[in-house]
């Protein structure tokens, strides 16, 4: 094995492939990943596979294959484009004698170089702590080495047992420390629905120009790169539509297909601002060959996320590229999402999407009487917090008649969790 002190730079990529002839658009994206980690690519063996191996995920002729490569190129680092067990990561290491790291280990590094505030950085610590509790037996050939000695009864404590112990509690300060952040972020958020400013979050697969976008709305300067994941920490900006609306455009990490869950539940703090956005953009890269899979991919994280709930604008960007596409909305009945052809580059159709996120705003948000029962406490001070309601008054059966302006998606959500049905609290909407 290499030393730890060693400056690891040199990489072997190993791509399997399952149930597949041929390796497609998603190699190339695997080696821009690998690329956005720093590391340099000097080498890749592809495998294909019908299922993976208990042992070493991959056959025993790949792995001597991938022994003698890092022999003869003089690799640092093995990386697999798959997800390995503890058990896979430690054989392979035995095998081939190099540091071995999988997909979730790359991303968690990307991520610890990007993070920059301090909310991004306990996030990320949290996400690569709870990664390593799962695999801490690798780092260690001394596991029946007892803590014995004078005063200690039993066969005492194994160095495991205690790495594990002090990893706990750091997960544990982590998460409190997280917990503050996301109690702040709520605060915020409440405040600015009481001022009713609405929230927009530009969300997409990762490299598909959402801080370019969102540089060109804002006038901001966040870090905009040709690169996987050159956003890590979330932005907010006030930003004035064509019509005088004052709304919050927030900028977030770019999701992924196949993202770890103990990265999506560590950046919960960070996420719940896409949850509880009146209004989502979802920017997508126009010349991309897997265009629809990777639209696929970002909605599939939306709904992980609890934000299935939000309307969208779909943004096709980066149009500067065909000398054939203009700028221009697309609406019909063909479409779940009204479509937006722009170029955030040059800045073409950056009026349009202005223009389409008023009428929506408009038209999400509805005055309408509800009538609720005397068990709706909760709900109602929920309405109230969100500076929703317009008029209150205490109706004959001990409940309240209530007018609130909220769009229809959120008040739909806050029944939900109050376990009420909108429908049977609903009056006729009411018109202004």
Not at 140 to 161: D, F
Not at 318 to 342: G, M
Request: include cysteine; proline fraction near 3%.
């Amino acid at each position: 094995m290499k030393s730890k002190t060693a400056v690891i730079r040199r990489t072997l990529i190993v791509y399997v492939n399952f149930n597949k002839a041929r390796v497609d658009g998603a190699f190339d994206e695997f080696v821009q990943l690998v690329d956005a980690s720093g590391l340099d690519v000097i080498g890749s063996i592809t495998a294909p596979r019908q299922k993976a191996d208990a042992q070493f995920f991959i056959g025993k002729g790949k792995v001597n294959e991938i022994t003698r490569q890092v022999v003869q190129l003089h690799a640092d680092v093995v990386i697999f484009n798959h997800p390995l067990s503890p058990a896979q990561g430690r054989n392979l290491e035995n095998h081939i004698q190099v540091r071995v790291i999988d997909r979730i280990g790359l991303i968690l590094d990307i991520f610890a170089q990007r993070a920059r505030s301090y909310e991004g950085k306990l996030q990320v610590e949290l996400a690569q702590l709870q990664h390593l509790s799962t695999r801490l037996i690798r780092g260690w050939t001394h596991l029946e080495r007892q803590k014995g000695g004078i005063g200690l009864r039993g066969p005492g404590e194994t160095q495991l047992e205690t790495d594990r112990r002090l990893l706990g509690f750091r997960i544990k300060s982590l998460n409190r420390c997280l917990q503050k952040v996301r109690k702040q972020r709520y605060l915020s958020r409440q405040q600015r629905k009481k001022n009713e400013t609405p929230v927009i979050s530009l969300v997409g697969y990762t490299n598909a120009g959402k801080s370019t976008l969102f540089n060109r709305l804002t006038g901001a300067d966040v870090g905009a790169a040709n690169q996987l994941f050159a956003t890590l920490d979330p932005t907010l900006r006030r930003v004035e539509t064509g019509s005088g609306r004052n709304i919050i455009l927030t900028d977030t990490v770019g999701f992924m297909r196949d993202l770890p869950h103990d990265l999506l539940a560590s950046f919960q703090a960070t996420l719940e601002e896409v949850g509880d956005a009146d209004l989502l953009i979802h920017v997508i890269d126009v010349d991309h060959e897997l265009r629809q899979q990777r639209i696929d991919a970002v909605n599939k994280v939306i709904a992980l996320i609890g934000a299935a709930h939000v309307p969208q604008i779909e943004v096709y960007n980066k149009i500067d590229k065909y000398t054939e596409q203009s700028a221009r909305v697309e609406t019909t009945d063909n479409y779940p999402h009204t479509r937006i052809w722009l170029s955030a580059e040059t800045g073409a159709g950056l009026t349009l999407l202005l223009k389409q996120i008023d009428q929506k705003l408009s038209r999400l948000m509805r005055l309408q009487r509800l009538n609720l029962p005397i068990t709706a406490g909760q709900l109602r001070a929920k309405l109230f917090d969100l500076g929703a309601v317009r008029q209150d008054d205490e109706n004959t059966k001990g409940g309240w008649t209530m007018e609130v302006e909220l769009a229809e998606c959120r008040l739909q959500k806050l029944c939900e969790e109050a376990s009420l049905d909108i429908s049977q609290l609903q009056s006729e909407p009411m018109h202004y």
